[in-house]
């Protein structure tokens, strides 16, 4: 289990399943709400994963369940997470239909670029990047401390954006919407937390977008 410290938020995550997909419990430690996001598999792992966060806030409780894409190993424990807490839950519009197909969940909230949800004062925005899937999301967050906070899903990771299967289109697409919408607007110190494997910063992987684009993956 990994966990990063701010100001005013702790944010927690276990990898689940063969796939090492990243479950991420976001807990505002001043009013206790927290955001699930990704329930990915392994019920009780994310059981103890926010367990754990119990220690964070006084009052701790789930108000959300956030999916950053509608892939199927990122929802396998979706149905029994809203099941266990039912509260509301939030995706991109255009994948609010994949998810329902994939694990029978209807979403509550569809979300569109530059929606917000809130834990407290903290506000996480989604951010559309559109490539790896229509409606694929990531999560940004800055609370008190300026240390801006990106969940990128399988949209951004060390190396590389996403897979998109060898289309170019699509690849453009990804490549256009993470360099626009996530370089080209946060600082380089910005964390990236993916949906699988390590996390990075912007910093490291700004100077490698030429060789992303020329090599075409």
């Known amino acids: 289990m990994n966990e990063l410290l701010l100001n005013d938020v702790t944010v927690r995550w276990v990898s689940v399943s063969d796939m090492a997909n990243n479950v991420y419990l976001v807990t505002n430690r001043k009013t ?7 329930a990915a598999d392994d019920m009780p792992a994310i059981e103890r994963l926010i367990q754990a966060a119990s220690e964070d806030a006084s009052d701790p409780r789930l108000i959300g369940i956030a999916t950053t894409h509608q892939h199927w190993d990122h929802v396998r424990a979706l149905a029994e997470a809203v099941e266990k807490y039912p509260v509301p839950t939030y995706a991109g519009a255009d994948d609010v239909a994949g998810i ?4 029978g969940v209807k979403i509550d909230h569809a979300l569109n ?3 917000q949800m809130k834990l407290g004062e903290v506000i ?6 559109r490539g790896h899937t229509p409606g694929s999301l ?12 990106v969940l990128s899903g399988d949209s951004l990771f060390p190396g590389g954006v996403g897979n998109t299967w060898k289309d170019p289109q699509r690849f453009l697409s990804l ?10 607007r946060f600082p380089d110190e910005t964390k990236v937390l993916p949906g699988h494997g390590d996390s990075t910063t912007l910093g ?3 100077p490698n977008l030429e060789q992303w684009r020329e090599r075409g993956w």
């Open 204 to 206: 490291t992987e700004r």
């Open 175 to 184: 490549l256009t919407d993470v360099t626009e919408r996530i370089f080209d």
């Open 100 to 103: 329902a197909g994939e694990c």
């Open 113 to 115: 670029h530059g929606d």
């Open 32 to 38: 206790g709400e927290q955001l699930l996001v990704d």
């Open 124 to 129: 996480i925005e989604a951010i559309h990047l």
């Open 138 to 149: 990531g999560y940004a967050l800055v609370d008190s401390s300026g240390q801006p906070v």
